[in-house]
């Protein structure tokens, strides 16, 4: 029983990582995008 609640812990961290590294990508790539738009123009 201990085994199936580390599991289920370890499966609900994973996405919560998975979901906050989404948002963090999707914040920052235009970031990233104007920043390589900027610097290939010069």
């Known amino acids: 029983?201990?085994?199936d609640v580390l599991?289920?812990?370890v499966?609900?961290?994973f996405l919560?990582?998975?979901?906050?590294?989404?948002?963090?990508a999707?914040?920052?790539l235009?970031?990233?995008l104007l920043f390589m738009l900027l610097t290939r123009r010069y």
């Not at 919560?16 to 963090?24: E, Y």
Request: glycine residues 4%; proline residues 4%; charged residues 5%.
């Open 1 to 3: 029983m201990i085994r």
């Open 7 to 9: 599991w289920a812990i």
């Open 11 to 13: 499966t609900v961290c």
């Open 16 to 24: 919560a990582a998975v979901f906050f590294a989404g948002l963090v």
């Open 26 to 28: 999707l914040w920052v």
């Open 30 to 32: 235009p970031f990233v």
